[in-house]
């Protein structure tokens, strides 16, 4: 028995609207970019001082044409899992649209297969935590496709410490010192000022 091609076109439309609502998951994609983290002053950077160099290219293992599809990439900068612990605001979940392991976006750049390196200031923003790097593939519609990252599975090998921005700026304390005497000699002269004028006024 053949159905109908409106019933066919029906399905196939449900089926795609099904996949879109269940969206990407990060079990499903193939591991097929190689990529590295590297800094001078090694596994330990200062938030809004030290720079990290991440490079990428495709894992050329895998088929040529493996990569026909990759349009642009994402560059992110993912939460340890010593770092998720207790913190549920940066769990991981295998659904793409709710991870929330890779909250920071590093930089995006169109997709080329060999000779990718990005050197990144660490923004001023970024908590005191333990992270790595993970590159995403997307496709044309925007859709992740594929990844690499410079840790293992498990998430535990060539992670780096990065310290947030804790302290006060010493241009700060300076100007504090400055308005705090400032103020001091203002109300100092305030004082003289309202007692001359009450020795004048006993004068008169």
């Given amino acids: 028995m053949e159905f109908p091609a ?3 076109v029906g399905y196939l439309m449900l089926s795609c609207f099904a996949a879109s ?8 994609l193939h591991k097929t970019l190689i990529v590295s983290a590297s800094s001078p002053l090694g596994h330990v950077l200062k938030a809004g001082e030290d720079e990290l160099t991440i490079k990428w290219e495709f894992n050329q ?17 993912c939460y340890a899992p010593e770092s ?11 659904d793409l649209k709710k991870d929330k392991t ?3 976006t590093i930089v995006a750049r169109p997709y080329n297969p060999s000779n990718n390196s990005f050197i990144w200031k660490v923004e001023r923003d970024i908590p005191s935590a333990k992270f ?3 590159v995403y593939a997307y496709d044309g519609q925007e ?5 690499g990252q410079n840790t293992d ?5 060539d992670l780096f410490t990065i310290h947030a921005i804790t302290g006060r700026h010493a241009s700060i304390d300076v100007a504090s010192v400055c308005f705090s005497f400032f103020s001091v000699g203002s109300l100092a002269a305030f004082f003289y000022m309202e007692r001359r004028k009450g020795k004048i006024s006993q004068h008169k």
Wanted: glycine share 4%; proline share 5%; net charge positive.
């Fill in 102 to 104: 890779c909250q920071h």
């Fill in 143 to 147: 859709v992740v496709v594929a990844y």
């Fill in 153 to 157: 599975h498990s998430k535990t090998f």
């Fill in 84 to 94: 998720q612990k207790d913190r549920p605001w940066r769990k991981t979940v295998d």
């Fill in 21 to 28: 609502c269940y969206g990407v998951t990060f079990s499903s």
């Fill in 132 to 134: 790595f790097v993970r």
């Fill in 6 to 8: 409106v019933f066919l």
């Fill in 61 to 77: 293992t895998f088929p040529p044409g493996t990569d026909s599809t990759y349009k642009t990439v994402k560059l992110k900068l």
